[in-house]
T-cell receptor, first 112, second 112 residues
Framework: NAGVTQTPKFQVLKTGQSMTLQCAQD?????MSWYRQDPGMGLRLIHY???????DQGEVPNGYNVSRSTTEDFPLRLLSAAPSQTSVYFC???????????FGSGTRLTVV | AQSVTQLDSQVPVFEEAPVELRCNYS??????LFWYVQYPNQGLQLLLK??????LVKGINGFEAEFNKSLTSIHLRKPSVHISDTAEYFC??????????FGPGTRLSVLP
């Protein structure tokens, strides 16, 4: 099993550029989430999904967009990158949201 | 709103010494509680989880935690740490029917 796969591992963007962070899981998990990790702030929820076709906003959704067309994939789109979006992004999935998540290895994004 | 507090941002400890990492949560409803570990440049790995039942929870890598409902705490302990335990540790809570809330993290440094 690959678990939760995130690509790319590293990315540098210029302010104003757009890009998509990919996340895929092969565990048939219904719940998927995107978090950003910043020093001293732990992980903050950006968007989450409880199943294909269903998404909702988390704590810090501004500047990000998601869709969930399949159970396996949950891409995160940055519409117009800003330096404040420099962070490490983690995707996570769970069979049931209250039983704990499996995390991907992260994408380190720098916006210059 | 639910919040998770990790009282120590950094904990240095000598190898083979015991360690306790503290976590408190605020919630008036039942919650599920988790401890995750993040090794340098890696994703988060589940150490243990408390869903219900016994207040002493065994995790991986020799870690355990004691849940105390009256003190709203779930402190993580290990009787003898190794250099390889150097990592960042995150406490997280899921109030029933809601999403994960992470604490800010505690950086454990094990010194030779």
């Amino acid at each position: 099993n690959a678990g939760v796969t995130q690509t790319p591992k590293f990315q540098v963007l210029k302010t104003g550029q757009s890009m998509t962070l990919q996340c895929a899981q092969d565990m048939n998990h219904e719940y998927m989430s995107w978090y950003r990790q910043d020093p001293g702030m732990g992980l903050r929820l950006i968007h989450y999904s409880v199943g294909a076709g269903i998404t909702d906003q988390g704590e810090v959704p501004n500047g990000y967009n998601v869709s969930r067309s399949t159970t396996e994939d949950f891409p995160l789109r940055l519409l117009s990158a800003a330096p404040s979006q420099t962070s490490v992004y983690f995707c996570a999935s769970s069979l049931q949201g209250n039983k704990g998540y499996t995390f991907g290895s992260g994408t380190r994004l720098t916006v210059v | 709103a639910q919040s998770v507090t990790q009282l120590d941002s950094q904990v240095p400890v000598f190898e083979e010494a015991p360690v306790e990492l503290r976590c408190n949560y605020s919630s008036s409803v039942s919650v599920y509680l988790f401890w995750y570990v993040q090794y340098p440049n890696q994703g988060l790995q589940l150490l243990l989880k408390y869903l219900s039942g016994s207040t002493l929870v065994k995790g991986i890598n020799g870690f355990e935690a004691e849940f105390n409902k009256s003190l709203t705490s779930i402190h993580l302990r290990k009787p003898s740490v190794h250099i390889s335990d150097t990592a960042e540790y995150f406490c997280a809570a899921i109030p029933y029917g809601q999403n994960f809330v992470f604490g800010p993290g505690t950086r454990l440094s094990v010194l030779p």
